[in-house]
C-alpha cells in the first residue's frame, strides 16, 4: 500500500537518456527511454487507465535504488526543482503563479518576467552574490547583458519543502513554492495547458492593503536632507541603517529621495521640481519633508518604496505619508 500512495503522491520525473532533459511521467512516451535522475539506471514508463501514469525501476534495480518508490525529503525537493525547469522552458504551459495577501483573505496573481529564446536561461542551482554573501537560488530566470559582460536574474524560483527560505537572503523578485503541491499538480493523466501554482510566502500585501511602514534608527533631524541650496553634496544618513551616505551633484545614482509630509496632511498635493544637479525637491518645503534611503536598504525591502508608505522615527510624535520618491541624480 505504501509504495502504491508514495507513487500517486508523487509522480517524480525521469531524465530523457537522449535529450538530457527532464520529463515529467504525463509528458513520456514508451518509445523513448529514460534513466533515473539518483541512480542513473533505465526506466520503465507506466501509462494505464487506473493508475496516475509514473515511472519505476526494472525489476533487477528496485531493490538498491528507491527514489520512486520510497523518496526522501531531499530527492522530492530535487525532483521539484527539475519539473520546475522543465515547466518554465516548456512553451506549450502556462504557469501561473498566485500568493495570499498578509493582512487580508485576497489572493492575487504574481507577475512573471517574459522568457526571450536565446538571451533568457533558466538555470538550477544559480549562485549569485547578495548582501555581501554567496547565495543559490533552486531555480533562476537569468539574462545575458552585453553591456556590462554579465548576467541579471530576472527572477528566482526557491522550492520549499521542509523549510522556508529567509526574506533576507533573496532579491526581489523571488517566489516560493511547496514541492508537494507542485508535484501533484502533475499527478493527472494529462498534462494542463494552464498550471495553477500558490506561492508560499506571506510577507507581502495586496494592493488594496499596500502600505507599508518604515520605522527609522535615527532621528528626525540627522535624517532630514536640505535639497537644494549651499552645499549641494550633503552628508547624510540612511533612515533605515543610518549609513554615512553622499548625495547628490553627480556623486552618486544609487540612493533614493523620499518626499513626505505629515500623515494628517496627505490631502495636501506636491509638486516636485528638479534643479541644475538633476536633484529633485518639493516646491513647497513647508509642507514636506526630505528623507533618504541607501540602495542596500532599499534593496533588502523587497518593494518598490512610493506613494503609501509611512515613515516614523524614534523620537518624532507624527508618522509621515511618502508621496513620492527618486533615485538621487536619477
Known amino acids: 500500500m505504501l509504495e502504491v500512495y508514495m507513487s500517486v503522491l508523487f509522480p517524480l520525473g525521469a531524465i530523457n537518456s537522449k535529450t538530457g532533459q527532464y520529463v515529467y511521467p504525463t509528458a513520456a512516451s ?4 529514460y534513466i533515473c535522475p539518483e541512480c542513473q539506471s533505465d526506466l520503465v514508463v507506466v501509462k494505464g487507465d487506473k493508475r496516475v501514469h509514473h515511472f519505476r525501476h526494472k525489476a533487477e534495480r528496485s531493490q538498491s535504488c528507491q527514489y520512486y518508490e520510497h523518496p526522501s525529503e531531499s530527492q522530492i525537493h530535487k525532483d521539484a526543482k527539475l519539473c520546475l525547469k522543465s515547466l518554465l522552458e516548456n512553451k506549450n504551459i502556462s504557469l501561473q503563479i498566485s500568493r495570499k495577501c498578509k493582512k487580508c483573505p485576497r489572493r492575487f496573481q504574481v507577475h512573471l518576467p517574459e522568457f526571450h529564446e536565446g538571451r533568457d536561461k533558466i538555470v538550477l542551482e544559480y549562485r549569485f552574490e547578495y548582501d555581501h554573501s554567496v547565495r543559490i537560488a533552486d531555480v533562476a530566470q537569468i539574462s545575458f547583458q552585453s553591456s556590462l559582460g554579465s548576467h541579471k536574474i530576472n527572477i528566482i524560483y526557491e522550492i520549499c519543502h521542509t523549510h522556508k527560505t529567509n526574506n ?7 517566489v516560493e513554492i511547496d ?14 495547458e494552464i498550471i495553477l501554482i500558490e506561492c508560499v510566502r506571506n510577507d507581502v500585501f495586496c494592493d488594496t492593503c499596500d502600505v507599508f511602514t518604515i520605522k527609522s534608527i535615527i532621528p528626525l533631524k540627522k535624517a532630514l536632507l536640505e535639497l537644494p541650496g549651499g552645499d549641494y553634496h550633503p552628508w547624510r544618513y540612511c533612515v533605515l541603517c543610518a549609513r554615512n551616505i553622499k ?10 529621495l523620499f518626499y513626505c509630509i505629515p500623515k494628517d496632511d496627505g490631502k495636501e498635493r506636491l509638486t516636485v521640481l528638479e534643479d541644475e544637479y538633476d536633484c529633485f525637491y518639493a516646491e513647497n518645503k513647508q509642507a514636506t519633508l526630505n528623507f533618504g534611503i541607501c540602495d542596500p536598504c532599499h534593496d533588502r525591502t ?3 518604496l512610493g506613494t503609501g508608505m509611512i515613515i516614523e522615527f524614534p523620537f518624532d510624535s507624527k508618522k509621515y505619508s511618502v508621496m513620492d520618491y527618486f533615485r538621487a541624480n536619477s
Not at 168 to 174: G, K, L, M, T, Y
Not at 181 to 191: A, F, G, V
Not at 247 to 256: N, P, V
Request: net charge positive.
Open 30 to 33: 514508451k518509445d523513448q527511454k
Open 179 to 192: 514541492a508537494k503541491s507542485l508535484l501533484q499538480n502533475l499527478s493527472s493523466s494529462r498534462l494542463p
Open 168 to 174: 533576507d537572503h533573496r532579491p526581489e523578485p523571488w
Open 302 to 304: 523587497g518593494r518598490d
Open 247 to 256: 548625495y547628490c551633484g553627480g556623486y552618486s545614482d544609487r540612493y533614493h
